[in-house]
């Protein structure tokens, strides 16, 4: 009887431990949760997880030469911090992770073996970052932002009465066209009543680009967007005789080109006081 009683406890114990250390295994971050695209190396931890609705992400992918560089991608971003369970090796997490984004039909545009991995499909990226004991998720799809803030038709008043011109960012196009995008309108609304609040006011709409593509085509892209600017405006009331437009292209940068944040700087509409037009700040030079 007292063999027998042994035995059940000895045939008990494992089962017992097992349960232990599952209670005492650390639970995933409060409101953490895996990506639908990949899951986790089975018994990994999700210690941390952040979502943004937009922001921004440099991703290593290789070029032409099959050397390193630099994409950066804006868009929305997940990202997830993973502590994977005890013996896991780094070339485990590599493989694991490798395969499973090739099966998801991900095309792998940069690996550094086994710590870096980035993965392409469609407009959405995914980085690996590893170290085999914990590994970084990163997923960001690219889209533009939503536009929610717009100067008001005073902060424009300001800026021409003091310098003659303003840059105005909350005018919106579809990538390569002159067609404006709908979340262009609140801004738009703010230069009527900006010349609705001062009729003796005449504005020249001017076109920007960066420098991507040719010169000429940038040229002819800025001048049609100078010019559906003022027809949107003259279609909703505003005199044709207080309005002109012209495209400069990309040959009147204020920021630098080689960056996309840059170049999101020199895509832009620019307001000038009709009166201003030939003059600088100093009142002597063009700004032609």
């Not at 909703?236 to 960056?259: F, M, Q, W």
Request: negative net charge.
């Amino acid at each position: 009887m007292k063999k027998l009683s042994l035995l059940a406890l000895a045939l008990l114990l494992p089962t017992s431990t097992h349960t232990l250390r599952a209670q005492d295994a650390p639970a995933d971050a409060e409101g953490c949760k895996d990506s639908a695209l990949v899951t986790r190396m089975q018994g990994s931890t999700l210690s941390a997880c952040d979502n943004k609705e937009f922001d921004q992400f440099d991703v290593t992918i290789n070029n032409k030469e099959n050397e390193p560089k630099t994409k950066h991608v804006e868009g929305e971003l997940h990202s997830y911090n993973y502590n994977t369970r005890e013996g896991v090796s780094e070339i485990q997490v590599f493989r694991n992770l490798e395969n499973a984004l090739r099966t998801g039909g991900f095309h792998i545009v940069f690996e550094d073996n086994p710590g870096y991995i980035s993965a392409s499909k469609g407009k959405t990226w995914i980085v690996i970052e590893n170290s085999g004991s914990y590994y970084y998720q990163t997923i960001i799809t690219e889209q533009q932002m939503v536009q929610e803030v717009t100067a008001d038709a005073s902060s424009l008043q300001d800026e021409i009465n003091k310098s003659g011109h303003v840059a105005v960012y909350g005018i919106l196009f579809d990538t390569g066209k002159a067609t404006l995008q709908d979340s262009s309108t609140s801004t738009l609304n703010e230069i009527i009543k900006l010349l609705q609040q001062d009729v003796a006011l005449k504005l020249r709409i001017e076109g920007h680009t960066d420098n991507v593509g040719a010169a000429a085509s940038n040229q002819i892209l800025s001048q049609k967007r100078a010019d559906a600017v003022r027809t949107w405006l003259v279609s909703h009331g505003i005199a044709a005789d207080r309005l002109t437009a012209k495209g400069y292209g990309d040959t009147k940068p204020v920021s630098d080109n080689s960056t996309d944040d840059g170049r999101a700087k020199n895509r832009r509409v620019e307001l000038a006081k009709e009166s201003e037009i030939g003059l600088d700040k100093g009142g002597g030079q063009g700004r032609d």
